[in-house]
């Protein structure tokens, strides 16, 4: 079985402090980890995920398999990145599983 | 990238009735996703939807109660049968789009079902 775990439902940070949500995961075999994210009256869509290595609107996250771990960090938070960000796994097949989400609010 | 419609967007049904959700995509795509989200809570897959097969359906989920067409590869229906206040949910669309399968999913807007 597959599982993907966000213990924050609520982060709240300053603007300009440094953000990280935590994803942690469990899964046997080896894992495609994604971050995807809502914001206020949009769609849900993809944010980054671990293959592409890269940093999208200034996150990034870094799969650590030691820890089965997905953390999406940001050094300094803007107003812009409040949202909903659900971690998500695709383990075998094109089955995705999602976290329960953590709201994200940049206060000013 | 994809482009997804769901229709209704929201609803307010009576328990005991049934509603179809329609979920429209503008290019064609291999296999259509159902997810359903209560309140306070993740998005949990309903059904994969294949056209030309039968829908496969996830732990929980059964296709009495959530019945699935895919009758073309850009269109699919999702009907939630005899509902109760339990039923209350967002339910999404989502499509895999592109060539390869990068993960990526594309979902629509929802549909907000209220069962009173």
């Known amino acids: 079985a597959q599982r993907v775990t966000q213990p924050e439902k609520l982060l709240s940070v300053f603007k300009g402090a440094p953000v990280e949500l935590k994803c942690n995961y469990s899964y046997s075999g080896s894992p495609e980890l994604f971050w995807y994210v809502q914001y206020s009256r949009q769609r849900l869509q993809l944010l980054l995920r671990h293959i592409s290595r890269e940093s999208i609107k200034g996150f990034t996250a870094d799969l650590n398999k030691g820890e089965t771990s997905f953390h999406l960090k940001k050094p300094f938070a803007q107003e812009e990145d409040s949202a909903m960000y659900y971690c998500?796994?695709?383990?075998?097949?094109?089955?995705?599983?999602f976290g329960t989400g953590t709201q994200l609010k940049v206060e000013l | 990238s994809a482009v997804i419609s769901q229709k209704p967007s929201r609803d307010i049904c009576q328990r005991g009735t049934s509603l179809t959700i329609q979920c429209q995509v503008d290019s064609q795509v291999t296999m259509m996703f159902w997810y359903r989200q209560q309140p306070g809570q993740s998005l949990t897959l309903i059904a994969t939807?294949?056209?030309?097969?039968?829908?496969?359906?996830e732990s929980g989920f059964v296709i009495d109660k959530f019945p699935i067409s895919r009758p073309n590869l850009t269109f699919s229906t999702l009907t939630v049968s005899n509902m109760s206040p339990e039923d209350s949910s967002i339910y999404l669309c989502?499509?895999?789009?592109?060539?390869?399968?990068?993960?990526?999913?594309?979902f629509g807007e929802g549909s907000r079902l209220t069962v009173l």
């Open positions: 998500a796994l695709k383990g075998g097949g094109n089955k995705l599983t």
């Open positions: 989502s499509v895999m789009s592109g060539l390869f399968d990068t993960g990526e999913l594309f």
């Open positions: 939807a294949n056209q030309g097969s039968e829908a496969t359906y």
